[in-house]
Structure formats: C-alpha cells, structure tokens
C-alpha cells in the first residue's frame, strides 16, 4: 500500500456553531489529505463559516450544489466523493468531530490487510446539555446506549446490517454508494470493524433535522 491519505466529506446544513470544530478535528489527524465542505443551502450562516474555513486552512475545500439548492446530506455526501483526490474516503457530520487517532488503527488494517476495503468503527455519544438527553429520549432511544456498545457485528454480516438499519443510501442521478455516520474509512472505489471509538455524535439540534 502507498501512503495512506484519506478525503474528508462534511455534509453542512444548519450547523453554524459547530462545523469549525469538525473540521479542525479533521485537520487534526496526520492521515487527512483534505477536508471537503459541502454547503447544502443552509438556512442559518453556515455558509459563510464555511468559507472563512476554506480561506483559513488550504486544505479545506468548499463545495456547493448548483444554484446553492439543498439536495440533502446523501447527495451531498455524492458530491463530495466525487471531489474526492484521495485513495481513501471518510465522513463527519458538520456537529460531530473526530478524536485524537482517528485513522491509527484504519491506517494499520489497511497496511495488514490489502484485501480489506473498508472500517467500521464505533462512536461516542456527546450530550452536552438537557436539550440534547431530550432530543435523545424523544427520539426513542435510551439512556443506557449513550453509555454501552451494541452487540458486535460478524464483519461479514455489516453491509446488511446497515442496509436495514437504513444506514446506506444510493442517492439518485449519481447513484454512488453515500454513508450517513462518520464511523467509515472506505478505498475510493471487505469490510472489518473494531470497536475503539473514533469521533463523538454531537447530540445537537442538526440531529434533529433528518430528511434534509
């Protein structure tokens, strides 16, 4: 394997106050090659933040649909992969942000494994406030999953997993395969997991806006 480089995509929609710290998460991590903003017509300022970004760090790009239109977070994650000049592909909702080491352990399967193609990780919960718990309960979910793992996936059991948990998404015209968690590191073109976190979920108010 060659030098193991990875292309962020961030969908951005109504996620102001959070997306500089996604992004400097992102830039954070030695393997990131790029971090791709894709700005889904946002109602609030986001697009502006995004901008400031894209002009402070040269790493960071800034993308946008035609016509600034909202299409939504699967095609907007489409068009970021296909911006993407990176061997290697990655996620990250604009309101969560990845952890120290993020790509360590991806870096080393992949290097061990040439026949792996993708990493499934898992993810801390980050619920900053008793908004953020009731967005949580109301949603149907409970308390003891902020604090425990799901029972393990067999890695030759995840793509169905996720397809009926509604986790992958083949968005149309472009019909390219579009990941709704930041919990993948994916070759741009055989799945393992591990279970050591990589990135908090931001129990935010964007969470909470699902079929834009």
């Known amino acids: 394997m060659g030098k193991f480089e990875v292309s962020v ?6 996620a102001a106050p959070y997306v500089r710290q996604a992004v400097e998460s992102a830039l954070a991590q030695p393997q990131v090659r790029e971090v791709l903003l894709v700005e889904d017509g946002s109602p609030d300022n ?7 970004l894209a002009a402070e760090y040269p790493r960071v790009a800034l993308l ?11 095609a907007s994650r489409n068009l970021g992969m ?21 790509f360590t352990i991806d870096e080393r399967i992949f290097a061990q494994d040439p026949r792996c193609e993708g990493v ?7 619920v900053e406030d008793a908004q953020g718990l009731n967005r949580w309960n109301d949603a149907g979910k409970s ?45 741009k073109k055989t799945t393992t997991t591990h279970n050591t976190p990589c990135l908090l979920y931001h129990s935010s108010p964007c969470n909470s806006h699902m079929t834009h």
Do not use: W
């Not at 995509?9 to 109504?14: F, S």
């Not at 986001?46 to 400031?52: D, I, T, Y």
């Not at 946008?64 to 699967?74: L, T």
């Open 143 to 187: 308390r003891e999953r902020i604090q425990t793992m799901s029972a393990e996936i067999p890695p030759e059991a995840l793509a169905n997993a996720l397809l009926r948990l509604s986790l992958i998404h083949i968005s149309e015209p472009t019909r390219l395969l579009s990941i709704s968690y930041a919990v993948f590191c994916l070759k």
């Open 120 to 126: 499934y990780h898992a993810v801390e919960m980050h």
């Open 64 to 74: 946008r649909h035609p016509n600034g239109e909202n299409r939504g977070a699967g």
């Open 46 to 52: 986001a697009l502006e933040v995004c901008r400031e």
């Open 9 to 14: 995509v961030i969908p951005v929609y109504n």
């Open 82 to 102: 296909l911006a993407a000049g990176s061997a290697f592909l990655a996620f990250l909702d604009a309101d969560d942000y990845y952890l120290p080491g993020r």
